[in-house]
Nanobody, 125 residues
Framework: QSQFVESGGGLVQPGGSLRLSCATS????????IGWFRRPPGTEREGVAC????????HYSDSVTGRFTISKNNAENTVSLQMNKLLPEDTAVYYC??????????????????WGQGTQVTVPS
């Protein structure tokens, strides 16, 4: 069983925006460092963004810096990813997971992560 449920994906034109949401009922998200990851077609999963337990520090991959924003809503126990100025290369299945390393150039999932279905984001070229 996956720990998280991702939602909010869809098809948008280049330059458009989407807001993804990650939710879990197994624990409160302010007790974990959480990250968003994505798997483009035919490639390996890669880290996109991560946010610390307090929600005060966040890091992003170079490819999304300035366009994506990760945030926590403790009242709703969710972690969101606001995606702006979307590009065709952003097309991927997006997942959230507990993070073991959250640094500017290192966004690494906990090796115990149980990946769910994710949510599909499609930006046509």
């Amino acid at each position: 069983q996956s720990q998280f449920v991702e939602s909010g994906g869809g098809l948008v034109q280049p330059g458009g925006s989407l807001r993804l949401s990650c939710a879990t009922s197994k624990f409160t998200l302010d007790t974990r460092t959480i990250g968003w990851f994505r798997r483009p077609p035919g490639t390996e999963r890669e880290g996109v963004a991560c946010i610390t337990r307090s929600g005060t520090i966040a890091h992003y991959s170079d490819s999304v810096t300035g366009r994506f924003t990760i945030s926590k809503n403790n009242a709703e126990n969710t972690v969101s990813l606001q995606m702006n100025k979307l590009l065709p290369e952003d097309t991927a299945v997006y997942y959230c997971a507990v993070v073991s390393q959250c640094w500017e150039r290192t966004i690494q999932a906990d090796p115990r992560a149980n990946w769910g279905q994710g949510t599909q984001v499609t930006v046509p070229s």
